[in-house]
């Protein structure tokens, strides 16, 4: 009998054991802070504009660009609404301004543009870009926050731009 105890209590513990660490996947979760995120979204978030990279097609560029424009006319923008635009000035800004509040978050942005808008080092990724701008023979020199070009580069020669862009800003 003493050796049945024995073996019944021999098993009971590892069954206890199991017992102790199973559940729901709910109980699974950790009871501490834990710095687990969900899975990232293939839509930007509230408040974040379509981004136009450096590597981004000019087909995707132009439906990026019509979503937008799209959004500004069904939200009455004069300059893109079918009615003519003679409306007096302060009614024509007024229209504008409600119209491209209601679609900022649709307003596609340049790399550099959201860098400027967000990145506290902006200033430096702009130098940067013109150094390397430069380093391909290409005149351009910063002027408030911006690349400045005597005149734009030949096509040729905004590659090499967007190329710049892209080390500056990555």
Known sequence: ?????????????????????GGTAAEDEPEVATLRSS???????????PLIRPDTSAEEEDRLTAVWLTC????????????PADLPK?????????????????????LWERSKRLDPDY???????ITCIRAHGI??????GFVTYQSLPPDSDLKKVDECEAKAFA
């Not at 009998?1 to 660490?21: G, N, Q």
């Not at 500004?72 to 009615?83: F, R, S, V």
């Open 139 to 144: 005149d351009a020199w910063e002027s408030d």
């Open 1 to 21: 009998m003493k050796d049945l105890m024995i073996r019944i209590s021999l098993l009971a513990v590892p069954l206890l054991i199991l017992a102790a660490c």
């Open 123 to 129: 200033a430096d990724k702009l130098r940067d870009w």
């Open 39 to 49: 899975s990232p979204s293939a839509s930007p978030t509230p408040g974040e504009r």
């Open 72 to 83: 500004l006319k069904e939200h009455g923008h004069p300059k893109q609404a079918d009615t």
């Open 90 to 110: 302060e009614e024509f800004e007024a229209r504008a301004k409600v119209a491209e509040k209601a679609c900022e978050s649709k307003q596609p942005e340049q």
